[in-house]
């Protein structure tokens, strides 16, 4: 149920294949279609001896020996997930830029939908509590004023 | 502090912990990434030899015996710094040390070896593909295969005798029991 | 010599700044005016001394002398004087100097331009942003001193990375600077506040135009670093969620809740406690974005050479103006009377919305960028969160906060009406309406998230022309009118229009660039053509230049449409000798609506290039749009508001001659 939310989720936000600003015209499948499955792969494997980049948009020689692999195996008939678990059974989960669903990353997934409901409990007791805030009570005269002034206006 | 007031010692708490965990990930080196592929059993690969040489290296080499895998290149600075701890190795004979020559050029790989020293039992010529089944991201990387030919232990980066002495050693002794 | 001065400004000034420190804040305490009056002089002072080591550096670069061990690391003389210049801070030690150079430039601008401010507050706020100071002074000379020399000097220095040496990033870490350092003052202000134990309104109106400076800058600063990633690839896209850009995008999206958070601690001294809190987190997260970036915890390609030692001083740091900051908060802030009350549907229930929404993303950013470390340490498990992650949570959260910007100015302060407030809105349903039926009639049902995009930004915009447009009483009332009304607004007004509005723009841009990018990949030989996005470019010829520090292949290229010759195209790919590195120099052709942007590879040996050609419509929307936020800013900036007190005493001082020369 939740994979299903989120994939729906990361297909609004898969608005459309990205530039991918290393990928060389010798190691592009001639199929577009299979091409675009590679990038989307390739949007997902981080570049390991690099600082924050996929392998789609590093110019490193591990980048390359990995965009030329997915290719390969894509075209060896692989799904897109099969390709990533290929990948990530030899070099672990580091390699994924897409955290994995699991135990361990619970408070990562769920960490701002956490706060988000915190805050927003906070907020309505927040208003709660100003609701509660009585007035003081009036005292004897004060009150023998208050119904001086209400009976004048309905005299009048 | 009335009832009221232990909410507001919640962020002071909460950077506490924060900071607790960012001292203690000033130890952490980002770069050094583990193995998968602990416990596994090695890829199996067949590498071609050097030129001029006559045998390469394969899985079958690492069958029977505690064996140390090198990933090595002559373009890679740290494993030449690396190179006289393996040569060292080598001389003790106790495990046999086999070398990946990862994305290199085959002359400039015989000349460094022939200028530093060949420690190794059998080197295999790799352009790359191999060393993404052992998961390989950089040079030089070294492996520890037991008997049965399954990974028990990954270095990255340069050995030094230190690492010889208190890790593989000790390792090595531990899997040949 | 001049070295040797500006080393010893360092130390004058990180005496001055433990004066600073302590004195007035004793002054305050017992109401000491002679002793609070040290905090002013001693704020200039610790900028004149600070500026005189800033550019006593700046001026070693300018001549490479490479006798400092800090400019032969970093520069070389071959490089252009500008790049000398700016080789300042392009490297740990100097950007550390340009950090303290900011924050005591600000700290002489709140002694120069606080003649409103009761001593006291003075006092305490520049008391704490001189300790502030003192830290940071005390890193840099104990751990960072850019006046280190080294012996024997060598002929030539190292240079600078090669990726560096650009106009657009010379200019980004000071303008990020100015926004990150500039959050201090905000901070400051919190601190005093927690000391007096006092919030009022007068408080909020003192802060914001310091918060919304620094927010500027940091817009500006932000903008331009992902602007200028966009045109120099390597980093592939115009962001990454790369830590270091995440550190700097969490301030400013705290620092934009402060903002708002601090018109209803104005307006109904409500929310003071809260606001406080956000005051001393932006600045904290500033802080924490220095500890990430130097003391190499987290990979990133900004990471400046990481080195522990530096690291555990910057968390020291870090635990004691924030762990301080925290905990004086929790002693305090208890103390801090509640205030004025509103109803949850209204102008300061958006409010709360809004800063609901914003922590929520800020949060997000924070628990993405920092769950791998933290597991590591946790639980020794190492896992990597890049952007699939934010877009799948950030994206979510921006949305309504979207939706809501559009509908709170529409609400009326204290207790409003959802429907009547959607009820003003009718314009803007019908602009949204029409953006996703043409976005989705022009370019197909696949385009879902594209036609969102686009409806939301039309959202944003028509609501907020809707707004301005009620308050001029446009249609309404004849042009002339209209045009007084516009000219007499308080500038606040229109700085919310164009904050919003290039808010608006913005997304539009972000949708465009991300649903309707065309790449055409190809290996390239001249004397070719290529198509792509209904234009041609010609491959004429490919050359080798030589400019001052570097050999490029630069490739001289046509672009055409339907025959007609638009533009030349010239992109390089340069080398670096004494580097030994290479950059690339891309071609952007742009008609502000889209770019055609060209990149010219490595030769494949046979003559033939390989060229990268892209089509990016709505991109400069995304540059266009954050400088309007940013004017928007600069215009809030000037309103009459916060120049308070001085005009209105100097009124009566008028008036009183008057009566008394009358008499």
């Known amino acids: ?112 939908l956490l706060i988000l409901l915190l805050g927003g409990v906070a907020i309505a007791r927040f208003y709660r509590a100003r609701d509660d805030v009585a007035a003081p009570p009036l005292s004897a005269e004060e009150r023998r004023r208050l119904a001086a002034v209400l009976g004048e206006g309905t005299e009048r | 502090m009335n009832k ?43 590498l071609p030899p050097l030129q001029g040489e006559a045998q390469g290296f394969s899985s079958a080499d690492l069958k029977g015996h505690v064996s140390l895998v090198n990933a090595f290149a002559s373009w890679c600075a740290p494993c030449r710094a690396e190179h006289p701890v393996l040569n060292a190795l080598a001389h003790t004979g106790r495990v046999p040390t086999f070398g990946i020559d990862y994305k290199d050029k085959e002359e400039l790989a015989r000349a460094w070896i022939a200028e530093l020293g060949n420690p190794y039992t059998r080197i295999g010529a790799d352009d790359g593909r ?30 030094t005798e230190a690492d010889v002495e208190r890790t593989i050693m000790p390792l090595v002794a531990r899997l040949e029991r | 010599m001049i070295d040797e001065i500006g080393h010893f400004a360092l130390v004058l ?59 032969a690391a970093n520069s070389s003389s071959m490089k252009p004087l500008l790049y000398k210049l700016t080789g300042v801070w392009s490297n740990h030690e100097g950007s550390m100097l340009l950090w303290v ?72 870490p000071p303008c990020l600077y100015l926004g ?29 135009p310091w918060t919304l400076a620094a927010w500027c800058a940091l817009t500006i600063g932000i903008a331009m670093g992902s602007w200028w990633s966009y045109y120099t690839l390597g980093w592939g896209g115009w962001w990454f969620w790369d830590p270091v850009e995440n550190a700097s995008f969490m301030p400013w999206l705290v620092g934009t809740a402060l903002l708002h958070s601090a018109v209803v601690v104005e ?121 699939p992650f934010y877009t799948m949570t950030f994206v979510p959260i921006m949305i309504p906060l979207l939706v809501a910007m559009a509908v709170g100015p529409m609400v009326p302060w204290k207790r409003g009406d959802l429907l009547a407030a959607f009820g003003r809105l009718k314009f803007a349903f019908l602009a949204t309406a029409a953006a996703a039926l043409v976005t989705l009639a022009a370019t197909g049902a696949r385009s879902l998230g594209a036609a969102c995009g686009l409806a939301l930004a039309a959202w944003l915009l ?83 230049v030589a400019g001052p520090d570097y050999t490029a292949a630069r490739a001289d290229m046509r672009l055409m449409r339907s025959g007609r010759e638009i533009a030349a195209m010239h992109p390089e790919k340069r080398f670096y000798p004494v580097e030994n590195g290479a950059a690339t120099g891309v071609a952007i052709h742009t008609n502000l609506l889209a770019d055609v942007y060209a990149v010219i590879g490595d030769p494949d040996g046979t003559g033939a290039y390989t060229l990268r050609l892209y089509y990016n419509p709505l991109v400069p929307w995304i540059w266009l749009g954050a400088a309007a936020m940013a004017l928007g800013g600069l215009v809030s900036l000037t309103d009459r508001r916060h120049r308070i007190g001085a005009p209105v005493r100097r009124r009566r001082g008028a008036v009183a001659a008057r009566v008394q020369a009358a008499e």
């Not at chain 1, 989120?6 to 091409?35: N, Q």
């Not at chain 3, 919190?190 to 000391?195: D, G, N, Q």
């Not at chain 3, 446009?474 to 904050?499: D, K, T, Y």
């Open chain 1, 1 to 112: 149920m939740i994979r299903a939310l989120l994939s729906a989720l990361a297909l609004v936000a898969a608005l459309a294949p990205a530039p991918a600003h290393a990928v060389r015209p010798d190691e592009m499948l001639a199929d577009p279609g299979l091409e675009a499955r590679a990038r989307e792969v390739g949007r997902e494997l981080r570049c390991l001896v690099c600082r924050n980049q996929s392998i789609d948009d590093s110019d490193a020689d591990l980048a390359h020996d990995l965009r030329v692999l997915v290719r390969e195996r894509i075209k060896g008939g692989d799904s897109n997930d099969q390709v990533v678990a290929y990948v990530r059974s030899r070099y672990g989960d580091f390699v994924l830029l897409r955290p994995p669903f699991e135990l361990g990353t619970l408070l990562l997934w769920g960490g701002p």
């Open chain 2, 4 to 46: 009221r007031g232990w909410i507001f010692l919640i962020p002071a708490a909460v950077f506490g912990l924060l900071a607790a965990g960012f001292y203690a990930g000033l130890g952490i080196d980002p770069n050094v990434l583990p193995s998968p592929l602990i416990d596994h059993p090695a890829p199996r690969f067949a």
């Open chain 2, 130 to 159: 191999v060393g993404i089944d052992w998961g390989v991201y950089g040079v030089p990387e070294t492996f520890i295969v037991d008997k049965d030919g399954r990974i028990r232990y990954k270095h990255v980066g340069p050995l």
């Open chain 3, 13 to 71: 000034a990180l005496c001055i700044a433990v004066l600073q420190a302590v004195v007035p804040l004793v002054g305050a305490a017992r109401n000491d005016a002679a002793l609070m009056g040290w905090a002013r002089p001693a704020a200039l002072a610790q900028f004149l001394f600070v500026a005189i080591a800033f550019f006593a550096l700046m001026h070693a670069y300018a001549v490479s002398d490479f006798s400092l061990a800090n400019v």
């Open chain 3, 101 to 172: 150079f900011i924050l005591a430039l600000f700290g002489a601008a709140v002694a120069l331009f606080s003649h409103n401010l009761p001593p006291a507050l003075r006092a305490r706020v520049l008391a704490v942003q001189a300790m502030i100071g003192v830290g940071f002074l005390l890193f840099i000379l104990l751990t960072s001193n850019p006046f280190l020399r080294l012996w024997p000097t060598p002929a030539e220095g190292a240079g600078l990375n090669p990726i560096l040496e650009d106009r657009g990033l010379a200019f980004h």
């Open chain 3, 180 to 208: 990150y350092v500039g959050f201090s003052i905000s901070f400051c202000f919190a601190i005093a506040a927690l000391i007096e134990g006092r919030v009022d309104p007068a408080w909020a109106r003192w802060v914001r």
């Open chain 3, 267 to 387: 307006k109904r001294e409500a929310l003071k406690t809260w606001t406080i809190l956000l005051a001393i987190i932006t600045f904290s997260l500033s802080l924490l974005g220095t500890f990430l970036v130097r003391s190499g915890v987290l990979t990133s390609v900004h990471a400046f050479a990481s080195d522990p030692m530096r690291g555990v001083f910057i968390l020291l740091l870090l635990s004691f103006y924030t762990g301080g900051a925290l905990i004086l908060f929790a002693w305090r802030a208890p103390q801090l009377a509640g205030g004025g009350l509103f109803a949850p549907i209204s102008r300061e229930g958006a409010l709360v919305l809004n800063n609901l929404l914003l922590a929520t993303a800020a949060a997000t950013v924070f628990i993405g960028t920092l769950y791998p470390l933290l597991l590591d340490v946790v639980a020794h498990q190492k896992v990597s969160v890049g952007p």
């Open chain 3, 462 to 544: 028509a609501a907020t022309l809707t707004e301005i447009a009620e308050r001029v009483h446009l249609f309404r009332e004849p042009l002339p009118a209209v045009l007084r009304r516009a000219l007499s607004l308080p500038r606040a007004g229109w700085g919310m229009f164009f904050a919003h509005a290039g808010m608006a723009v913005v997304i539009a841009g972000i949708t465009g660039s991300t649903a309707w990018t065309e790449e055409r990949i190809v290996s390239g030989r001249p004397g070719q053509s290529f198509e792509i996005a209904g234009y041609t470019i010609a491959l004429d010829r490919v050359s080798e």
